[in-house]
């Protein structure tokens, strides 16, 4: 700490940093390094090594440009940065823009906040040979964060990013780091031509835009970065758009909402009020990435909230139909989703002769795998997506897209309003024809040291003690994604990963994971069962269960 003291002479944000901070605080700030993961790095914004800051990008940023110069040696190389809205965003990104200078690298940063989409899709358009973003998606205002892409617009994989956390961690002392030392001529601010490029290719996503508009959507950025390209684009396509006004502006605080978070029903509240008061059919709610996205519909004069296991079955649903009616589904398509995601996708695809792939939890996976499948030219790809509201219609993108998303609900949704149904009428209409599933995560968050040994010990819980039943169900099978290995021996041909995953004797399973971006255990269930009110009772007797588990000693 005592060099950071020193350091405050040069930069005044330390010393105003450390002032504010409790003893529990600067423990926590100083006792380890902010870790730079397989998803990234993201954490508290503040003063110290685990802490977001100047000191810490530009050491995450050096690393990241010393592998794009092993990688590409011979090369011109150029990168693209996006930025959220969040405090310090755009700082952190021209501070990785200056030390990426350093090794030669041009970087296109965009001139004012940006969807993470667009990053990955500009990545590929400019042929560059990397990007990064600096977000920390839906995380509460406290929080930023720092991601990398590789040369096709994809989060790095493990394999990759293993390299990347080397070269990162060979800088030892952050503040040894001079961050003025770089050459300003290799950024190049970038901005609306890009912008007119990507949204041009998501119009083309449109499957029935003749169709006449006759629904009303409230829509919500949630303060940030899908304002004004999400609500510019459903105006321009016929839709009557209401937005959320005083959730428009690029607010690092967040002022008038909630949480950023569309995963969270109280980020909808005012959207909900907005929906009352214009008797609106359907609101589409984006984080401040604008990378998910979430859906609430209006049916028999209430408002639902979908899951992202919900729209993605919808999703499915209306693509795959649509497809085969206009002769557009390829020889070969595949989907993919997740390990977590639920099994009604599943049966959704395999109903079109669409073959499904599971990946492991983050949509890097979905993109590397459709990065395979077009080297080899096998399978083409025809959706992608996550339990937790990310979706991929189009593959010009590599990352989850809130912004093609919403285009598409938003079709669906009319498409079905004009043959007198909403998007809960072909929920139920799937639920009759699959079963009912109940999907829901429940979270639990820890915080400091403590914090992480808890996690490791929840696992170790169900890891190393014999479940045989949870929630009155039989356990009939186990996958264990971090050994590699089913209870039965089978290899699982996944990368290793801390992740758990039970099958029980009724269709149901439970999956466990620690958060890869937060201090947190999750618990994801997928209950299948006869109607709404079986499933739940069946996932509290299954909760009740894993609680006692978690809380072996």
Not at 354 to 370: A, D, M, R, S
Not at 418 to 423: D, F, Q, R
Not at 429 to 438: A, E
Not at 459 to 485: A, C, M, P, T, W
Request: charged residues 25%.
């Amino acid at each position: 700490m005592e060099k950071w003291i020193k350091k405050a002479e040069l930069y005044p944000w330390i010393e105003e940093g450390l002032k504010i901070l409790t003893e529990e605080e600067l423990h926590d700030s100083f006792y380890k390094n902010l870790e730079f993961g397989t998803a990234g790095m993201r954490g508290l914004l503040g003063v110290g090594p685990n802490r977001m800051n100047l000191f810490t990008v530009a050491k995450a940023s050096l690393g990241f440009g010393e592998y794009l110069s092993e990688k590409f040696p011979n090369e011109e190389k150029s990168i693209a940065i996006a930025y959220d809205n969040r405090h310090m965003s755009k700082e952190f990104a021209e501070i990785s823009a200056l030390m990426l200078s350093r090794f030669n690298i041009k970087s296109y940063i965009f001139d004012n906040p940006r969807p993470t989409p667009e990053l990955s899709f500009t990545v590929r358009e400019l042929g560059c040979v990397g990007g990064i973003v600096i977000t920390a998606s839906h995380n509460p205002k406290e929080y930023n964060g720092f991601k990398v892409y590789d040369e096709t617009g994809c989060q790095l994989v493990d394999h990759k990013i293993a390299r990347v956390i080397e070269l990162i961690d060979k800088v030892e002392d952050l503040t040894d780091i001079d961050l003025n030392d770089g050459d300003a001529s290799y950024l190049e601010y970038i901005g609306a031509s890009i912008d007119s490029i990507y949204l041009d290719r998501v119009r083309q996503l449109q499957l029935n835009e003749d169709n006449k508009k006759v629904l009303k959507i409230i829509f919500s950025s949630q303060h940030g970065t899908a304002y004004p390209y999400v609500y510019n684009l459903l105006k321009e396509s016929g839709y009557d758009v209401i937005l959320v006004e005083e959730q428009s502006p690029y607010d690092p605080d967040f002022s008038m909402t909630k949480t950023p978070n569309p995963e969270d029903h109280n980020s909808y509240d005012l959207a909900i009020e907005y929906a009352k008061k214009y008797d609106a059919d359907l609101i589409l709610s984006v984080d401040p990435d604008a990378d998910r996205m979430g859906i609430v519909v209006k049916h028999e004069g209430d408002y639902h909230y979908l899951t992202g296991n919900q729209g993605g079955a919808i999703l499915q649903e209306y693509l795959y139909s649509t497809m085969l009616e206009k002769d557009l589904m390829p020889p070969n398509p595949v989907m993919f989703n997740t390990v977590v995601t639920s099994d009604l996708g599943d049966k959704i695809a395999e109903n079109y002769n669409v073959e499904v792939e599971k990946t492991l939890t983050g949509f890097k996976y979905i993109g590397e795998k459709i990065e395979g499948h077009n080297q080899t030219g096998d399978k083409e790809f025809v959706f992608g997506y996550e339990e937790s509201y990310g979706y991929l219609i189009k593959d010009f993108v590599r990352d989850k897209d809130a912004v093609q998303a919403c285009l598409m609900v938003a079709e669906a949704s009319n498409a079905y309003a004009l043959e007198n149904l909403t998007l809960i009428d072909v929920l139920n209409q799937l639920f009759d024809k699959y079963g009912y599933y109940y999907e829901t995560q429940d979270s639990h968050a820890y915080s400091g040291a403590e914090g992480l040994d808890k996690i490791k010990q929840i696992l170790h819980n169900f890891r190393h003690n014999k479940i045989e039943s949870i929630g009155n169900q039989k356990v009939l099978s186990f996958d264990d994604y971090l050994v590699q290995r089913t209870s039965s021996n089978d290899v699982i041909d996944l990368p290793k990963s801390n992740v758990l995953k039970y099958y029980l004797e009724d269709g149901s399973w439970l999956a466990v994971r620690p958060s890869g971006t937060e201090p947190k255990c999750k618990f994801y269930y997928c209950v299948v069962g006869s109607t709404e009110k079986d499933c739940v009772e069946r996932y509290e007797a299954m909760k009740t269960d894993v609680e006692k588990i978690m809380n072996l000693s």
